[in-house]
């Protein structure tokens, strides 16, 4: 599990960007509606004024009674109130609004209370897909007007975030490219899921970009640990079971004779190791782990040094040497630059590699 936030004030930018353009989306977006004409198979497209204005129509239109509608409308009322809290919501924010929400509507025993539920479901989680899905409205002024025409909002924020890797796993690549004939991008996780709390569906904390592993793994489940307020305290570890001799000191070690696991996991680590299958995802890495064993056994100590030092001029650093054989962005900064670079560090600190 990789820390998202090396960057505190760029990240707290993004939200606000993120939070900018979800309020004009609301409020300048015309927005529209199909219906069918009678006995014809074309439909008739019904436009609103604002993206408000559509979910004002969805509320009328729905089969509630007065008091199940009213009691939507209340929560929604209480999201436009509150949008940039919501939006903008951080870590005990957010747990707030979601055990709120649990209390007063999703576990409510009064009869509107299921109903609002569900019709408040439909409505925001219908709001994350049409967002994520349009252009960005970009104000004159702004630099990325140009550099980024027509580019759905998913796209435009992920670029900017520029996470390279999936930060539930750290074990593939997760860039972002949208042009004509490439369009890549990570997966939006919801932290906190958008059927638990549909008002938190667009909340910029809650929305964690992801590896479509992940993503589907974790699906609707809960876990302990959101990457952009903390990482993993925990560290990669490889045992060798019934065996208590230095790693290095095994010569006949074979990958099927590793185990990878996670020293001492806090109760919240656990939560996203067994939600997110990442005990199992990291079996399946021991022949890397016995690569950087068998590294270990050449470039270490003395041999290290040896090779530092023939290396030694004015184009190579002894930490350029030390990257050249165990690779870049072994910093806990660098990690989400780099699949598997956790499992690196760590093994390397484990071998006493530094």
Known sequence: MIYINNNPERLHQLADNWCSKLRKFLTERKCYRSIKI????????????????????????????????????????DFYAQLDQYVLAEEDQLKAFHDEYKISVRENSAPECAKAHALLSKIFIALY??????????????????????????????????????????RGYTFTKYEKGCNTRPEYDHFYDKADNPLLAVSFYNLVPSCHTCNHQKSTKQIGVNPYFKGFKSSFKITIPGRHLPLLAEQQLTPEQIHIGFDRPTAEEQLNIENLGLGDLY???????????????????????????????????????????????????????????????????QLDIH
């Open 283 to 349: 079996k399946m890495h021991a022949d890397y782990a016995m690569e950087l064993i068998e590294k270990a056994r050449i470039y270490r100590g003395p041999m290290m040094e040896d090779l530092a030092s023939t290396f030694q001029t004015a184009e190579y650093t002894p930490q350029q040497v030390y990257e050249f054989v165990w690779g870049k962005n072994l910093e806990d900064a660098n990690h989400i630059n780099r699949p598997l670079s956790k499992l690196t560090k760590d093994i390397l600190d």
């Open 129 to 170: 897909e049409d967002f994520t899905k349009s252009i960005p409205i970009f104000d004159k002024d702004d630099v990325d007007r140009k550099k980024y025409p027509k580019i759905p909002i998913a796209y435009y924020f992920f670029d900017k975030l520029n996470v390279r890797t999936c930060p539930y796993c750290n």
């Open 38 to 77: 009678t006995g014809s198979k074309k439909k008739k497209r019904i436009a609103f004024v604002n993206y408000q204005d559509k979910i004002e129509d969805i509320i009328k239109r729905s089969k509630l009674t007065a008091n199940e509608k009213a009691k939507c409308r209340s929560r929604i009322y």
